[in-house]
Every structure is written in C-alpha cells, then in structure tokens.
C-alpha cells in the first residue's frame, strides 16, 4: 500500500463548476497537509497548507483534513480554464520530508 | 524575491552516459532538496541538504547517483552512468525554515 493514494484523473469539468480532489494516507505520524499546483512544464507551487482537521480557506480554494479517517481533500469553487493543471498533495509528519501523491490532473473547459 | 533556478532545462543523452544539473536556491534558504519527477508520478525525494550537510539520501541511488552543495549554496546532482530508467524531470527546491518548500522549473532528462 503507497503511503499516499491520489487519484491521477484526468478529471475535466466545464467552467464555474465545484471540482473535488482527494488523497488518502496510511501512516496517522502525519501531521501536515499542503496541496500544490503544477503546470504543464513548471515546477509545484504550494496552495494550500494545513495541520489540523477541518477546513481552511483562501479565495476559491478550501482544503479540508479529516484525520479520523485519513482523508484530504481541496474544493475549488467557480473553475477557473486558469485552473487547469495537476494538483499534487503533500504529506509529512515533520523533518520537511514530504510524500506527495501522484497528482490528478484537471482540465475546466470553457 | 528571485525564486529556485535550474540549468540546463532540457537533456538529452544516451544510456551510459553521464549529466550534471544544477541549482542555486532561493537567498537564505538553508534546506535544500532534490526530487525526481517520473511522468505521471508525483516527485520523489532523492536528497535533502541542511545548509552543506545531508540530512536524508535514503532514495537516492548512490551507485549512479551524487550530489553535493559546496558552501551552502548551490548544488549539483550527477547521474554516471545514466540508465533509461533515469527519464525524469528533476526538480530542485529550497525552504527557509518551515515545511514550505519552493520549487524551480525542473530539469527535463531524456535517456535514449
């Protein structure tokens, strides 16, 4: 069992739409949670970092960790086509060792 | 703020043969890491740095595989010799003191 499980997608969905990722995660040791943005030929950028279960949101983005049951996910409301990537999520317990998940790739079509 | 830079951003080279690539972090950061990025997949740690000391090269595979970051600074990761296995993007990144971590653009390896 991989330490971290994302579905890789593609997942393609018309603009304004609510879009859902989600990862799971085996090992409860981890205690951070941060969502990355990669686009075609760039380098990951951090979206979204959080410690603790619940929600936490920032503009379109949410990301909610529910710890009970392993279990990430980030929502992005009103899709963007400036959406369009592949989202990464990145786990660690501490030491800035992070696991990433294979990442979904999403594509908002106008 | 200059962000992570990388060179070069594209390789090609033949199996057996050996390529460098280098990174110049973000001014500052003191931790610095490599991944390797295989199509599909999301980035594997290879090697972290914690100013010119390794802090964890579990996954790098040291037969082939160096790397290095004379004074703090930049760094080099070498591959001799390359396999085919080794088509990856490489992504170099650097954090400050937190779990934060910035990435560069990468470097894209062909192994023909």
């Known amino acids: 069992q991989k330490e971290v499980e994302q579905d890789p997608g593609p997942l393609s969905v018309p603009e304004g739409a609510i879009v859902s990722l989600n990862c799971t995660y085996s090992?409860?040791?981890?205690?951070?949670f941060m969502w990355y943005r990669q686009y075609s030929r760039k380098g990951p950028e951090l979206l979204m970092y959080t410690y603790s279960s619940g929600n936490k949101e920032d503009g379109r983005f949410t990301a909610q960790v529910d710890k009970s049951s392993k279990y990430i996910s980030l929502f992005i409301r009103d899709s963007q086509p400036s959406d369009s990537a592949t989202y990464l999520c990145?786990?660690?317990?501490?030491?800035?060792?992070?696991?990433f998940g294979t990442g979904t790739q999403l594509k908002v079509e106008l | 703020e200059a962000g992570v830079a990388q060179s070069p951003r594209y390789k090609i080279i033949e199996k057996r043969q050996s390529v460098a690539f280098w990174c110049n972090p973000i001014s500052g950061h003191a931790t610095l890491y490599w991944y390797q990025q295989i199509l599909g997949q999301g980035p594997k740690l290879l090697i972290q740095f914690q100013n010119n000391g390794v802090v964890d090269d579990s996954q790098l595979p040291k037969d082939r595989f160096s790397a290095e970051r004379l004074k703090g600074v930049d760094s080099t990761l070498k591959i001799q010799p390359a396999k085919l296995e080794d088509s990856a993007v490489y992504l170099c990144a650097s954090s400050l003191n937190s779990n934060e971590q910035f990435f560069g653009p990468g470097t894209r390896l062909t192994v023909l």
């Open positions: 090992n409860s040791a981890f205690q951070y």
């Open positions: 990145a786990i660690t317990g501490g030491g800035n060792k992070l696991t």
